[in-house]
């Protein structure tokens, strides 16, 4: 039978990463291209006992239907946290509960866009949202990221030109370029949205995952009528119980409501209820140090290495944050090419290319050093200057 | 701030359901409203254990990111059930796991339907369904349910006027009405949509509720490459973990893959793991034998209640398996202003219009039996009793 699919489907890149993952499926591959944290840092006894406690104290409910906006407390939890780390006023009737920020991304798209809408993203930009948002047939335009953020300069003149449905973009730690938005730039952005009816969705899936210097307030501290923050637990608890949420002003809320329950009703119960109470009886605080302080070695570790093993003229970031950085090879180093030789050498990156929307990024490369050890990084990226150097000729 | 919502936003259905399971909070109303299974037969301390073993056995595991398609031993179990059970041959890789089934229809909205495309429903039919395919924008057009399943001579005349993208259904024990589709009507429902290129999207939610009689083949038997499945633990085992499946042909599968990944990357490691393990380790087939033994009964609780208490000429199906049943009420007795005198004698009930996507259903009431014990039951029908007879005057 020969199939009809909507058009959209036409529309939506499949996950370059994903692809690649699959050839790094062979234990002798080191691989610096999937997302994932470490592993070794999950807080496994305490999620345990807290999946003990919940199920002992609140079973049936833990285990029954529950409201599409999602567990009170957590949503208590999540606000209160908004309000001492950033000092930022977010009522927990503001806070919906999504399994994962990827979901945001998805009900974000529902609610706010039509086919051709404009939606501008930062270039590069990350991939998972260009995923997401396609699915709704947007018209993507880049915004070009300096090394403090957006080119707001360029972010004027195209507002100014047509403003866009929404501009996606991700402050603190960005996938995959590892910049973080300087304070002046922050206020830079919000100002240029201010009054164009253009919504900032500011992705803070890192935002806690911050190495060095002080915590940075978010877009929505000046633009709060049109900033819908999306956040996550994935980062700094755990990526399997998808359990992430998303910020916004009470009436687009409205419409995200609805979106999620017609989407899939409600987030896992059990999940939000685990997260909850490891929050209560855990020291959060203590715990994303220790996450911290673990990449940020390993971000030093790996730039210790770029530094011994590529060549003079490539350029790379120095994150403050996050689980990536990115490299910029010389002119003419096409990192879609090389990653054959690199499979080849047994270590595998994700080229620059899969980032931006509108072509280029021939020469660039992400880097994830959260999830490996430090053998694995010297060894990695031993091979991968091997792999370039074979590459130059 | 005026905000600009999607197009699509305007055309979603609010679910009235959640609207009255506001009004019904308040501990002296029997509510007959929601959908939820009763939690008295949830297997807490099974799944307590499950959780536990996973946890301790592979905690890393269930705690890191997965793949986008699921948990490859449950995807495993699915498969032969269906083979066990009905006989169908399906294969693990046809399998993709998702947070409930009602996730499943909006990734089959996600890959199949441009807005305006015709889709065919159940008259009445599933409002979940009603507002997961709204997004999509299609044409709803609704083929009339007889008590043996849809009118096939409707069908095959709106098939015959232009074929739908997609038709779907409830063959088992249907929401709202209860009604399970003949063998007969199985076979003439695939015969008509044959080469049509409309694709039958079967949903099973309530398959393995079934009290009385033997289990009927999935239409999947008789249309194998245009029928696609969706299935849930949430009736068997628990719908608070959010675990449901998509089973469809290969070339579906494909798409479907590729909007799970953009909607959400993947669903709930762990909560995988845990339905896995429980149903590894317990006897499913007896624990479902549990539940269908209880909601017989209270669904022939039910039956006895109205036939005692509800005007002589209300008529109601008797469903052979599921949650619901479908009182239809005499003529001019509407269930909307009806619903306002029961929620004053602090019951409350569905009116049937919510399920109608092209008016009508007036009359009619959807009554959930699963979530009532026997005084609750005898207690709300007497109350509802009343008030219909208050109505007439």
């Not at 692809?19 to 997302?35: R, W």
């Not at 803070?204 to 923050?229: K, M, N």
């Not at 950085?325 to 096409?334: A, D, I, K, M, R």
């Amino acid at each position: 039978m020969a199939y009809h699919f909507a058009s959209r489907m036409g529309k939506t890149p499949r996950s370059f990463i994903r692809e690649i993952l699959k050839t790094t499926e062979k234990p002798e591959v080191i691989s610096f291209a999937g997302g994932l944290p470490s592993p070794s840092l999950f807080a496994v006894e305490e999620l345990a006992a807290a999946a003990q406690d919940v199920m002992a104290d609140a079973g049936r409910a833990a285990l029954q239907y529950s409201t599409t906006e999602g567990y009170l407390p957590l949503r208590e939890f999540i606000a209160e946290r908004y309000r001492q780390r950033l000092g930022l006023s977010v009522d927990p009737d503001e806070v919906l509960i999504t399994n994962g920020s990827q979901q945001c991304l998805d009900l974000i798209g529902k609610v706010f866009l039509d086919p051709g809408d404009p939606v501008f993203i930062e270039r590069p930009g990350y991939l998972g949202a260009i995923q997401a948002f396609s699915l709704y047939e947007p018209e993507f335009r880049s915004v070009p990221l300096l090394d403090d953020g957006p080119d707001t300069g360029c972010l004027e003149a195209m507002l100014e030109e047509a403003p866009a449905r929404l501009f996606y973009g991700v402050p603190n730690a960005q996938n995959p370029s590892g910049i973080t938005y300087s304070e002046e730039k922050r206020r830079a952005v919000a100002a240029a949205l201010a009054g164009t009816g253009t919504v900032f969705v500011e992705d803070d899936a890192y935002g806690e995952l911050r190495f060095d210097g002080r915590c940075l307030p978010s877009v929505r501290q000046y633009l709060s009528d049109a900033t819908v923050i999306t956040g996550s637990f994935s980062k700094i608890v755990t990526p399997g119980l998808r359990v992430g949420w998303v910020a916004a002003p009470r009436e687009i809320m409205d419409q995200i409501t609805v979106a999620k329950q017609a989407s899939d009703l409600h987030s896992n119960t059990l999940a939000q209820r685990v997260i909850a109470r490891y929050l209560e009886t855990n020291d959060i605080d203590a715990h994303i140090e220790r996450i911290t302080r673990a990449y940020r070695t390993q971000r030093d570790q790996m730039i210790a290495a770029i530094e011994e093993e590529f060549p003079e003229d490539a350029r790379y970031t120095r994150p403050d944050g996050g689980m990536f950085l990115w490299v910029t090879l010389p002119e003419g180093c096409s990192t879609m090419r090389l990653l054959e030789i690199a499979l080849e050498k047994n270590v595998a990156f994700v080229p620059g290319k899969a980032f931006y929307v509108d072509g280029g990024g021939d020469t660039t490369m992400r880097l994830n050093f959260s999830n490996a050890g430090e053998e694995e990084i010297a060894e990695g990226i031993r091979r991968l200057g091997a792999a370039i150097r074979t590459f130059i000729g």
